[in-house]
Structure formats: structure tokens, C-alpha cells
């Protein structure tokens, strides 16, 4: 049987969005911080446009799960300089965007952490990681430097 025999393939066809969701990493973080700071950045994004939220997922035996993002999410990274410059892009187009700076590390609770990023001004802030959701040119533009996250 050949591969194309082994492959389902349905006559609905994958929406395409107008929009890219994209998140900058900073390169130097740990694993285990890139990985938080992903969770936490996507969650800004969805909460900025809940119509992001799909159906809940079911399975075959009837077991629900939670629904998930509908549209799909690039991970970038870049070192300090380009991240600066990205965020400097997002203030200077008036983006909207979400953040995530090196103190919110050593914090525990989301009110600590919107109080450690009110200690800083904007070209300031000890940034580690961003997320946008904007039209595709857009963002493409604005996260012009950044590396696809290997």
C-alpha cells in the first residue's frame, strides 16, 4: 500500500487566517523558562481575543477535553538586542502585545507581577520574551531578526 493509501484525508480544508500569532523568545533562556514564559505569553493573547478558543475535543470514548487555540503559533527567538529592537517596533506601531520581563521569575502571583513590570518604563524593562497577534505582513515585519525557536 502506498503512504498516500495510508493518509485520511478529509474534504474540509484548513482555514487560513489573516492574522500570525507570533512569540520571541529570549535565546539564552533555560528550557524550562522558555517553556513557562511561552504558557504565560500565549495565555495574554488569547485573553486579549477569546474567539481564539475552539470546541472542546472529544474522544472516541466520549471522554471531553478542554478546547484548545484554533489558530497556530509560531515560536521565535532572538538575543537581547533584536527582542529590544522588536518591542521597540510593537511601541513605535502602537501594538498591542504581551510581555514577560526577568523579575516575573522570582515572583508568584500575577499582582506581583504586573508591580514588577510598573517599576520600569517601557525602552527599560528587563524583557525575556513577547507575544503579538496581529496581521501577517504585520508581524512579520516587526519580528524581522528573530530566528524560528530550533
Same mark, same amino acid.
Given at each position: 500500500m502506498s503512504l498516500m493509501g495510508l493518509i485520511k484525508f478529509t474534504e474540509?480544508?484548513?482555514k487560513v487566517f489573516d492574522t500570525k500569532i507570533a512569540i520571541v523568545l529570549l535565546s539564552s533562556l533555560k528550557t524550562w523558562q522558555k517553556l513557562n514564559v511561552t504558557s504565560f505569553l500565549t495565555s495574554g493573547?488569547?485573553?486579549q481575543t477569546s474567539s481564539l478558543? !475552539?470546541?472542546k475535543y472529544i474522544d472516541k470514548s466520549n471522554y471531553e477535553y478542554l478546547a484548545l487555540n484554533i489558530?497556530?503559533?509560531?515560536v521565535l527567538e532572538a538575543d537581547l538586542s533584536v527582542l529590544k529592537k522588536i518591542h521597540n517596533r510593537i511601541l513605535g506601531r502602537?501594538?498591542?502585545c504581551s510581555i514577560y520581563i526577568e523579575d516575573m521569575f522570582s515572583? !508568584?502571583?500575577d499582582e506581583a507581577n504586573r508591580g514588577t513590570v510598573k517599576n520600569y518604563s517601557s525602552e527599560d524593562l528587563p524583557l525575556v520574551g513577547?507575544?503579538?497577534r496581529e496581521e501577517k505582513k504585520i508581524v512579520d515585519k516587526v519580528t524581522k531578526g528573530a530566528k524560528l525557536h530550533s
Open positions: 474540509e480544508q484548513p493573547i488569547i485573553g478558543i !475552539g470546541e489558530q497556530p503559533v509560531v502602537t501594538l498591542i515572583t !508568584g502571583h513577547l507575544a503579538l
